[in-house]
């Protein structure tokens, strides 16, 4: 079984700046993508950004060039660094282990930006 956490999130200001961060433990073993993905309020779960062991990248592009993924493969652990956060960035944010053909979810996250 494959724990994920994440952590991070808050109330911040539209313009400011947020970093998650997300650890997996457990039976994990590379190579594996994570990805972080967002639900806003009463809408459906949708991908913010992903990346693989080595390294590539995909983003949405509703947040292209203000928000970075980045993971540290030693830890277990991805990053999201979200800046310029508009008031449509506000959602539940929830961390994925992609193992395989498993698939494992955290608890998510609020982040939530006011105007």
């Known amino acids: 079984q494959v724990q994920v956490v994440e952590s991070g999130g808050g109330l911040v200001q539209a313009g400011g700046s947020l970093r998650l961060s997300c650890a997996a433990s457990g039976r994990i073993r590379s190579p594996y993508a994570m990805g972080w993905y967002r639900q806003p309020p009463g809408k459906q779960r949708e991908l913010v950004a992903a990346i693989t062991t080595g390294g590539t990248t995909n983003y949405a592009a509703s947040v292209k060039g203000r928000f970075t993924i980045s993971r540290d493969n030693a830890k277990n652990t991805v990053y999201l660094q979200m800046n310029s956060l508009k008031p449509e960035d506000t959602a539940v944010y929830y961390c994925?282990?992609?193992?395989?053909?498993?698939?494992?979810w955290g608890q998510g996250t609020q982040v939530t930006v006011s105007s």
């Open positions: 994925n282990v992609l193992l395989g053909l498993n698939s494992y």
